[in-house]
């Protein structure tokens, strides 16, 4: 992806919830770091204190958590033409507690989570984006735990597939089963029973 063409995808990323300056948007393009993560290789570890945001050009992550008895449990997936964060550790300041990792090769634009705190205090419209973001992860979370108490795994199952649309697909089965809190074997049949 050429600089023209990075600055053309947060434009449209951004537009869609504020108007920050484009002068804004051309620099912080220019000041992305590009990385390149392996099927699997984290973005962000459990415990990490240094917190950054990432643009995800191509591919995909997934956020889990490790429970106690050292199986890890999908929370969330983030696809390309969006960005990836330990956004709730990174917001208090603490380490992360929830992981971020790459499940296909991913690559991304990368800068400290400073850069977008700067940003948010250089122009309301930035404060804007910032707080459209945060409304879109609560109201995210809050759906997802509804989900848990209301309802059961098939109207999870057709949930998700509504949330994410066909880019679901080329998830894993075995990491679809533990975002919605069950089995392989139960998303199997599921899957069987619902339309695609």
Known sequence: ME???LVNALATYFQRLANPPKAD???????????????????????????????????FVRYYVTLPDG????????????????????????PAQVAIAAIVAT??????????LDLYESHPQWQKVGRRVAEFLYVRKEQRELSFLLMDAR????????????????VPQYLL???????????????????A
């Open 71 to 94: 199986d890890e449990a999908t929370k969330d997936f983030s696809f390309s033409g969006s960005f990836t964060l330990s956004f709730g550790s990174a917001a208090v300041q603490r």
């Open 155 to 170: 109207a999870r199952y057709k949930l998700m597939r509504e949330q994410f649309g066909p880019q679901i697909d080329l």
């Open 25 to 59: 948007i051309e620099t912080l393009a220019k000041q992305g770091r590009h990385r390149l993560l392996e099927p699997g290789e984290a973005f962000c570890r459990l415990g990490q204190s240094h917190h950054e945001l990432a643009y995800i050009k191509t591919g």
């Open 107 to 116: 690559e991304l634009v990368v800068w400290p989570y400073q850069t977008l």
């Open 177 to 195: 089963a533990s975002y919605l809190g069950i089995r392989p074997q139960s998303l199997s049949r599921l899957r069987k029973q619902a339309p």
């Open 3 to 5: 600089l023209s063409e």
